[in-house]
């Protein structure tokens, strides 16, 4: 590539430095985010000989998509990767252009992962269900913190039959205030249920559009405590689980994997990173308390475990061999079986995945 930009982007702004092909700074410049035909007149003025590097920020997705078709190359940088780089020098915008354009021409860039296009679009919409989950599951303990207050128990789990059943049944016994919120917490637990049962349709029409991601989550399923919705989170999180070479690189990336302190001979294991998508360590989680209740051989690994390290660390590291589990049945292309087992155990039941 005759010239290397280096973008540094931002909510409102983005800041760019242009190499040459002897490493020569030829151009800085701020381009508004808002200018949206102007930042891509001014990738497409350098054209398909142009290398372009960005850092991956939560809101990147735009500019790929706009950049992408104007220049030759497009890269992702790792973030993490790149602070490594960065020395003292004093942190700006266009110290921060300048290092990916470096990094990019002296090919020393350290990349992150792009999924493809229907990864991406099912990723945002797993997100955006586990999102109105939250809500609801929000929603369920506020109208059960009414009904302690008023010591009125009512159902174990507020669904709405249930909760509209509990309502009309102690309504009398309420006080105006409470008898108002309790009303409007159940018209939100109605509506947050409906839309979560849109997001679970929508996710399952969008991976069965795909064969070959459908068949990667009806293996995955296989696993014990995973259903469909655990399953796609895995899938859309790791965009293709089987470009790991190993588990470790997969914990890893998942922020599973514990943290390591070495000074000369001695050696301490932290905690979990908790690096990567939150969402993969929390369904992945939920799934593991699922296994420790539905099947023999993972509670027996939970309670070998708690036994030396208590049960948040034995779920936690459940959830690691979960995990590694997904990851061994997609490399192999074959339904999960526990080792040295004949027959597989019996296939999840569609409610054996975490509750809203």
Not at 7 to 26: A, P
Not at 134 to 144: F, K, V
Request: proline share 5%.
């Amino acid at each position: 590539m005759k010239t290397t930009i280096g973008v540094d982007l931002h909510k409102s702004s983005l800041n760019t430095v242009v190499l040459d092909e002897h490493g020569q700074i030829k151009e800085r410049r701020e381009i508004a985010t808002k200018c949206r035909r102007q930042i891509a007149e001014y990738f497409g003025s350098y054209g398909l000989e142009a290398q372009v590097a960005v850092e991956s920020v939560g809101f990147y997705q735009w500019f790929w998509d706009l950049v992408r078709p104007q220049v030759g190359a497009l890269h992702l940088a790792d973030p993490a990767g790149v602070r490594a780089h960065a020395g003292r020098k004093a942190k700006t915008d266009r110290n921060d252009a300048l290092l990916l354009a470096t990094l990019l021409r002296d090919q020393r860039l350290p990349m992150a992962y792009v999924p493809r296009e229907p990864i991406r679009a099912l990723r945002e919409m797993v997100r955006h269900r586990h999102s109105v989950a939250r809500a609801l599951a929000g929603e369920r303990r506020s109208l059960r913190w009414l009904a302690l207050k008023n010591n009125l128990p009512g159902p174990d789990v507020l669904t709405s039959p249930k909760a509209q059943k509990w309502l009309l049944s102690v309504e009398t016994k309420l006080s105006p205030v409470h008898r108002m919120a309790a009303r409007q917490r159940l018209d939100h637990i109605i509506a947050l249920e409906r839309d979560v049962w849109d997001c679970e349709r929508a996710i399952t029409e969008m991976a069965e559009a795909d064969e070959g991601l459908m068949r990667q989550v009806q293996l995955i399923e296989t696993v014990p405590g995973i259903g469909r919705i655990t399953a796609v989170t895995v899938i859309s999180e790791t965009g293709d689980i089987t470009r790991f070479n190993n588990i470790d690189q997969l914990s890893a990336y998942a922020g599973l994997a514990p943290t390591v302190s070495q000074s000369g001979q001695s050696v301490h294991h932290g905690h979990i990173s908790k690096q990567g998508p939150p969402t993969l360590r929390w369904v992945l989680q939920q799934a593991a308390w699922v296994a420790i209740r539905t099947s023999p051989r993972a509670r027996s690994i939970y309670a070998r475990i708690s036994k030396r390290a208590g049960s948040k660390k034995a779920a936690t590291a459940l959830a690691r061999k979960l995990l590694s589990y997904c990851w061994s049945v997609c490399r192999k292309n074959t339904p999960f079986r526990w080792p040295g087992e004949e027959n597989p155990e019996k296939p999840n039941a569609p409610g054996d995945d975490y509750a809203i």
